[in-house]
């Protein structure tokens, strides 16, 4: 299979990497924030949020810790034979360039992969024209814009997004034993 497989909050924890970096920046109370669990998109609504991001996105991309068990998966997936598309939709408008700091983190940490494509703001159609046969990602918006197009679609559990009725998981564990299931 090809499988499509999201960086941030699938592969990362980059929420919980950036968080503490917004109290900072914008000398909020970090437990409140914790607390709250806002968003990205109330977080994007900050004011002047694209200067933040332009400084602190590279920087957050660079050092957020791996979801457990990743390497593994991926590792064990890619010997049973399936192709790794990486697709993000970090853009050239936040990041200096979103190639470089992606690659670099991925191989940095032993991330396998066969293809890694940025800058997806629509990753339906990326998905399609890949020949993708299963997509893997934490948003709810991009499951569901896949989906639509028929092709199965694995979601990664998040703090902030909780309510969605997708196909859900909280581990890659799990992500191992769906795939398992889906050649029965
Ligand atoms: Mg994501």
């Given at each position: 299979m090809n499988i499509a497989i999201d960086i941030?909050?699938?592969?990362?924890?980059t929420y919980e990497t950036m968080v503490p970096m917004i109290a900072l920046f914008y000398n909020k109370d970090l437990n409140k924030l914790l607390h709250n669990k806002p968003s990205y998109k109330e977080l994007y609504s900050l004011p002047n949020f694209s200067h933040f991001a332009k400084t602190h996105y590279e920087i957050v991309a660079s050092i957020a810790p791996l979801k457990n068990g990743v390497i593994d998966i991926l590792s064990t997936l890619k010997k049973e034979g399936h192709k790794i598309i990486i697709i993000t939709a970090r853009n050239n408008e936040e990041f200096h360039n979103p190639y470089q700091v992606s690659y670099n983190y991925l191989i940095k940490n032993n991330i396998p992969f066969d293809k890694l494509i940025v800058n997806a703001s629509n990753k339906a159609e990326v998905c399609l024209k890949e020949h993708i046969d299963l997509f893997i990602d934490d948003s709810t918006k991009n499951c569901h814009a896949v989906a639509k197009k028929g092709i199965p679609t694995i979601q990664f559990n998040s703090v902030f997004d909780t309510?969605?009725?997708?196909?859900?998981?909280?581990s890659w564990e799990e992500v191992y034993y769906k795939i398992q299931n889906m050649y029965l």
């Open positions: 941030d909050d699938t592969i990362t924890n309510n969605s009725k997708l196909n859900k998981v909280t």
